[in-house]
């Protein structure tokens, strides 16, 4: 039974405490869209999105004017691109970004993911294709979304992506340059990504899911931030079960969402992803609630020890109160899009390589990182390997998007609007790892990854 209290702390969690879905994303299959014809490929594209997304936005629209509840985004994923348009005769995969995107403006969504590849074992002719395009893709798109797994534990880590992957994201920021390098924003480079991700920039349709799906992406890290205000000085303990209470009660909010959303649209429920996912506004971030655990700033020795409770009590919490649980789920920790983080790093506390060491207890990794415009392509190979390593090792998703600022350095700021925020421009350490990044092949598997 809900209560008259449980409602009216609801109402307030919504409306002073920046609680929202801050997504419904319809996964969409285009493994039947396969064809020779470039054409006629981009054609059948097209057409199977904007079929079956045709009501989504209305549907979530709708869905929020009924239950008060703001619903953020709409978005789309579909089957990576590498597989889906292999069979094409073509060397240019742009044409396909663009039909993406002309789907994504037909019906209505913000953004959608899915120019990806999976290159974590090495590469067919697609993937190559698909790679080569990604920054002329994503400089000439508005809405879509790259990424690139190049990791997993069972595979290693293909170096030769890793490289490759650290020249197509300055390439991509290049051709970007008069905003910042805003093509880097879209693009994800992953180890470890998983099939069923409804956040952005890194959702995909994996081969395993069915032909459409309904997930749903929560948040709150305002809910989190004004509950534990009640547990200054008092023990651990108490301050997890307290963010596990409020995760439950976020998590159910996104269950009820989406399950509405899939019985409307006549698509199958997939997972609620229990993320919080903070935003530029102030009172929705991360880096408040660390720092209201007893840290003076985000960045300060016992950051990573805070998250790691953080993330472990959310989890706790969440999966209780949904029947599918997937996606990320955790908390994520984007520079550029967290206020609390954004004056971390712009005092000096908060640094790459403590980013780095948190991404090990948290969701993904190193994410919307504004970096100098000079820096190599063989560093940020280094640092998208360095991250792999951690979801390597430890079994769990890791990823880096990062930005190269074109003609920006240390001390400056970029700015990318909306969700995405702006990012103070942060150091990079120095010396080489060129001839560490460039000796080619993979990096075995750890021992671990032999279960069978």
Do not use: W
């Not at 280094?382 to 930005?403: F, L, Q, S, Y």
Request: glycine share 10%.
């Amino acid at each position: 039974m809900i209560n008259t209290g449980e409602i009216l702390q609801t109402i307030k969690m919504i409306d002073q405490q920046h609680l929202d879905i801050r997504t419904i994303t319809m996964g969409i299959s285009l493994r039947d869209c396969a064809r020779t014809d470039v054409k006629a490929c981009c054609d059948a594209i097209y057409d199977k999105i904007t079929s079956r997304a045709e009501k989504l936005v209305k549907t979530g629209e709708e869905i929020e004017r009924e239950f008060g509840i703001p619903i953020v985004n709409k978005r789309i994923s579909v089957t990576p691109i590498a597989i889906a348009c292999e069979s094409c005769q073509t060397e240019d995969y742009a044409p396909f970004a663009k039909a993406l995107d002309s789907a994504a403006k037909a019906v209505g969504v913000n953004f959608i993911g899915g120019f990806s590849a999976l290159v974590h074992n090495g590469f067919t002719e697609g993937d190559k294709r698909l790679i080569a395009s990604i920054p002329q893709a994503l400089a000439e798109t508005d809405r879509v979304c790259s990424s690139v797994n190049v990791a997993t534990t069972r595979a290693g880590i293909n170096m030769d992506a890793v490289a490759l992957m650290g020249e197509t994201v300055k390439k991509a920021a290049e051709l970007t340059r008069d905003n910042g390098g805003m093509a880097c924003a879209k693009l994800v480079v992953f180890a470890n990504a998983v099939e069923d991700n409804p956040f952005m920039a890194g959702a995909f349709h994996g081969v395993g899911e069915p032909e459409v799906v309904i997930n749903v992406g929560v948040s709150g890290p305002g809910v989190v931030y004004e509950a534990i205000k009640a547990c200054r000085g008092k023990p651990f303990d108490e301050l997890a079960e307290t963010i596990k209470k409020t995760a439950f009660r976020i998590t159910r909010m996104g269950e009820l969402v989406a399950r509405e959303a899939s019985k409307r649209l006549g698509v199958p429920f997939g997972v609620v992803d229990l993320s919080l996912a903070p935003t530029p506004a102030i009172g929705d971030s991360v880096a408040d609630i660390l720092e209201e655990m007893g840290l003076s700033t985000v960045g300060t020795h016992g950051t990573t020890a805070a998250l790691a409770l953080l993330n472990d009590a959310v989890k706790k919490g969440g999966v209780m109160a949904s029947s599918h649980v997937g996606g990320l789920s955790g908390a994520f920790i984007p520079v550029s899009e967290d206020a609390g983080m954004i004056r971390a790093a712009e005092n000096g506390s908060l640094s790459i390589e403590k980013l780095e060491a948190m991404t090990c207890v948290c969701s993904v990794g190193l994410d919307m990182i504004a970096i100098p415009g000079d820096t190599s392509a063989s560093t940020i190979a280094a640092i998208i390997a360095d991250e792999a390593a951690i979801g390597v090792i430890n079994n769990k998703t890791t990823a880096v998007r990062i930005i190269p600022a074109p003609g920006k350095t240390v001390g400056d700021r970029v700015d990318f609007g909306g969700l995405l925020g702006s990012a103070p421009v942060m150091p990079v350490r120095g010396g080489s790892a060129e001839l560490f990044t460039t000796r080619g092949g993979r990096i075995p598997a750890p021992l671990h990854s032999l279960k069978n």
